[in-house]
């Protein structure tokens, strides 16, 4: 194999000057609080720190909250570099959450929390949530996100949980009026159900109870006709793996037609559930 001018060139160059460069830390402060519903909480955060974010138009646009524990004495933005290298137990933990939607007029955004547990043993960025005050400064990553509703599509499938209920509720409000299809949204209780802005030809079906009822509902669909068919699907990973199964090896929907990765896994932290992702037990493909 021959090497390049350029590979010479970067093999020259110092390990530490070829790292990436740090991700800018965009600050913003909670400008307001809104019960959704008893376990969804919408923060409204803003600020000049809005102008530091990769805006994009994807709706499933994402941010990673920087989340310092309160007893570590920092505020944003934080010098991650420093802490990596002096005290790595302080470093703030990174949670990722979708923009539900922008204001641009305003250099706002939304962002929903699902308040996991049960009274009050919330995780890191829920608890975070529940207590945050108007003024409450946080940092953050972003914005990522890869999925927007296709817009010459005959059809679309969306299938979600709790997690994924802002991306598929900012899909159905970016979607034309005259689309349709079916959206199947898992959530474990019915006093969480929303009512969501949708197209009048696509039918909002809510699943309630156990998760894997998801899979006996896209079992139940006829999907032998999927010409032109936009498939939105990201849910738990056990679940995600077993949808796969049913939309790309029995229904034969060609995997370009699917936006579809597993947005959490039962019993892990993001933490643990991100470093899986490089190991066998993270993917979702057979």
Avoid at 226 to 242: A, N, P, S
Avoid at 253 to 280: C, H, M, N, T
Wanted: a negative charge; hydrophobic letters at 40%.
């Amino acid at each position: 194999m021959s090497t390049t001018a350029a590979q010479t060139a970067s093999a020259e160059v110092p390990a530490e000057r070829r790292a990436r460069r740090p991700r800018p830390q965009a600050v913003l402060e909670v400008r307001a609080k809104n019960r959704l519903s008893p376990r969804l909480l919408r923060l409204t955060l803003g600020g000049e720190g809005y102008d530091v974010l990769h805006r994009n138009d994807h709706t499933d646009a994402y941010v990673k909250l920087l989340l310092a524990d309160p007893g570590s004495g920092l505020t944003p933005p934080y010098d991650l570099d420093a802490l990596r290298e002096q005290s790595p137990e302080l470093l703030p933990t990174r949670r990722t959450y979708t923009v539900r939607r922008w204001h641009d007029d305003r250099r706002e955004l939304d962002i929903d929390v699902v308040l996991h547990g049960e009274d009050g043993d919330h995780g890191v960025a829920a608890r975070w949530a529940d207590e945050a005050q108007p003024g409450d400064l946080i940092a953050m990553n972003g914005a990522g996100g890869g999925y927007t509703p296709a817009a010459d599509a005959r059809s679309h499938l969306l299938i979600g949980d709790h997690a994924a209920l802002p991306a598929i509720a900012a899909a159905l409000e970016a979607m034309d009026p005259s689309a349709r299809g079916l959206a199947l949204i898992h959530l474990d209780h019915e006093e969480d159900v929303l009512t969501l802005e949708h197209p009048a030809g696509l039918v909002v079906r809510w699943v309630l109870g156990p998760r894997e009822q998801l899979l006996e509902q896209v079992a139940s669909l006829d999907l032998t006709d999927h010409e032109g068919l936009d498939v939105f699907c990201h849910v738990e990973r056990g679940i995600t793996k077993q949808l796969r199964r049913l939309l790309v090896a029995d229904a034969g929907i060609p995997r370009e037609q699917i936006s579809i990765s597993a947005y959490w896994a039962l019993g892990r932290v993001e933490d643990q559930f991100q470093a899986e992702k490089r190991e066998p037990i993270g993917a979702i493909d057979d």
